[in-house]
């Protein structure tokens, strides 16, 4: 089997079928065996075409977004910069122990159902249905939010009663499909590696601006430093609650479910397994650069902006009530504050190259992970297929349909009902954190009563089960606490339309799951009997062969390859 058209993934049946995929089957040495999400055939089988650099981007593409270049402006007039910076730093720990717990599973076992199969293999078949169909929810209705987004940015130009909204949306959605389909896997991997790094650029040209007006190098010449941690103070007391202790505690909380919505996006990396050039190297790879990336660009952000920018501004307050575009930018506040012109327009150039970088990736995830439930026979056969180019192209072509969904902005009486959606699929992304955890648990209890040594994992988690106990905690306080901020009313009217749409994810999950237990009759599968084995054989000798031709190449390479493999490689 050729390694650049075959993937290992799915997931094998409940526990009363295991039988049919014993550990050392010998069938694995067939190029075309059936093994339930092992794709050998031609017909069905992706591209391993995406290297560790074209993951790694992807995977902090999908952190790196408008939720950092604005989001943070109403976090930190909700709760002040010392809140804001113990909050994201808090959540990208806890985002470390959810990428390491996904890659210890991707690096023993690539599945092409990404976390889909792992949970579906490893824990519950209806854990990994549940799982599957809520994330692609999120991602088709997320993809249409994004193409929206980057309409809305356009109008900072060019006036809606000039141009219709609707001819931007489709200009983005034709383009985005074009660099999904025509390119084929290699394309859209360096398309995306290079739109990410211009987020990365401007990333850290804002952190050298922010530096620089902290240090006294804007026009105004005033060195804020900690000014605004003391004055007005590091610790804003949230609106509508009396109690000064409460008001701040509320705060800071607030900033934490912000925080964790910032984040979301990253597990997509587990997502790429399937398409990866040797993923038991390059998914650990991307997932250790992605944790240091966390703490490099969002963490130090958030703290520079809360030294430039109080919590109680005027202007940060008025920034806060736009919806989009570079006016809603706390950085744009900090620019006017120090007295910089000439930022915002340039601030908005580089929103744009975000949401339309983002809607790209939405899109992609949202065709694999749709492939991915077909090869976990959780979808119709027919999103298995694929074309010569290995891209699952019906998949990718009833997402790209569904995108449309993005024409219902242009009209206003349908808008409102889109924003619902928007805000019934968030709590998605934080389900899906909480299923990998509980897969990961359970991938750890089989494999040490399988008595599978640690020396034979390809990546381990530095905390194991317990940071991933640690990680699940967290998230399900912050999924019950999501909108907690709707019954903080004082003499306002409970906000009805944002208490259902905030939660009524979490019941649609459960909903998910024991109606799938109900009809297929599934049960969870005891650690002894976890399915650890079937798969890994071919994946194996797919490996052999990769790490072999690259000892071949790495001898006709420069002395730049390895300067930017040790220097530059962490960034980019």
């Excluded at 976090?75 to 985002?95: C, K, T, W």
Aim: with cysteine; hydrophobic share 50%; aromatic share 14%.
């Amino acid at each position: 089997m050729a390694y650049s058209t075959s993937v290992a993934g799915g997931v094998s049946p409940t526990h009363g079928d295991v039988e049919k995929y014993p550990k050392d089957a010998s069938a694995e040495t067939d190029p075309y065996v059936d093994i339930r999400g092992l794709e050998t055939s031609e017909s069905t089988s992706l591209h391993r075409g995406l290297k560790a650099r074209h993951i790694s981007m992807i995977a902090i593409g999908g952190a790196l977004g408008t939720g950092l270049i604005i989001g943070t402006g109403a976090a930190l007039a909700d709760a002040g910069p010392g809140s804001l910076f113990i909050s994201y730093a808090f959540m990208g720990s806890i985002v470390y122990m959810v990428m390491t717990a996904l890659g210890e599973m991707a690096a023993w076992m690539p599945l092409s159902a990404g976390f889909t199969g792992y949970a579906s293999r490893y824990c519950h078949p209806s854990l990994g249905f549940t799982l599957g169909w809520t994330y692609w929810f999120k991602y088709i209705i997320v993809t249409p939010n994004q193409l929206t987004a980057a309409a809305l940015v356009i109008q900072e130009w060019v006036s809606p009663e000039r141009v219709n909204p609707g001819v931007f949306i489709a200009v983005f959605l034709v383009t985005i499909l074009c660099i999904n389909y025509f390119g084929g896997i290699k394309f859209f991997g360096e398309f995306e590696f290079w739109l990410s790094s211009i987020k990365v650029i401007v990333i850290i040209g804002i952190i050298l601006f922010c530096i620089i007006i902290a240090a006294g190098g804007g026009p105004s010449g005033e060195a804020t430093g900690f000014t605004y941690w003391r004055n007005p103070g590091a610790f804003a007391p949230y609106k509508n609650v009396n109690n000064p202790a409460l008001a701040q505690f509320v705060g800071f909380w607030s900033v934490m479910v912000n925080a964790t919505f910032a984040f979301l996006g990253t597990e997509l990396v587990g997502v790429t397994a399937g398409e990866a050039q040797n993923p038991r190297r390059s998914i650990p790879k991307a997932i250790k650069l992605t944790f240091y990336r966390i703490l490099f660009f969002y963490v130090l952000s958030v703290f520079l902006i809360g030294l430039i920018v109080p919590y109680n501004s005027d202007e940060l307050a008025f920034a806060n009530e736009q919806n989009t575009g570079a006016s809603a930018s706390p950085f744009v506040v900090a620019a006017k504050l120090a007295g910089v012109k000439s930022l915002p327009g340039l601030i908005n150039g580089c929103i744009l190259v975000f949401v339309f970088s983002a809607a790209n990736s939405d899109l992609y995830i949202a065709s694999r992970t749709l492939y991915g439930l077909a090869s976990d026979r959780s979808a119709p056969a027919i999103f298995r297929r694929t074309d010569r180019r290995g891209v699952p192209y019906p998949s990718l072509f009833l997402c790209a349909a569904i995108a449309c969904l993005a024409f219902m902005n242009v009209a206003d009486d349908t808008r409102t009902v889109f924003k619902y959606f928007v805000n019934l699929t968030t709590i998605f992304g934080l389900l899906t954190w909480i299923s990998i955890l509980v897969t990961h648990i359970h991938f750890v209890k089989a494999r040490r009563v399988q008595n599978v040594p640690n020396s034979e994992l390809a990546y381990r988690a530095p905390l194991g089960a317990w940071g991933s106990r640690i990680a699940l905690f967290f998230c399900c306080l912050v999924a019950l606490t999501k909108n907690f901020t709707v019954f903080i009313r004082n003499g306002e009217p409970f906000d009805y339309a944002t208490f259902i749409t905030g939660y009524l994810g979490i019941p649609l999950y459960l909903m998910l799951i024991f109606g799938h237990m109900f009809v297929t009759k599934s049960r969870g599968i005891p650690a002894k009997d976890v399915d650890l084995y079937t798969g890994k054989a071919i994946i194996d000798k797919e490996e052999i062969e990769f790490v072999q031709r690259q000892r071949e190449l790495m001898a006709t390479r420069t002395g730049w390859n390895k300067f930017y493999n040790r220097f530059i490689s962490w960034l980019f």
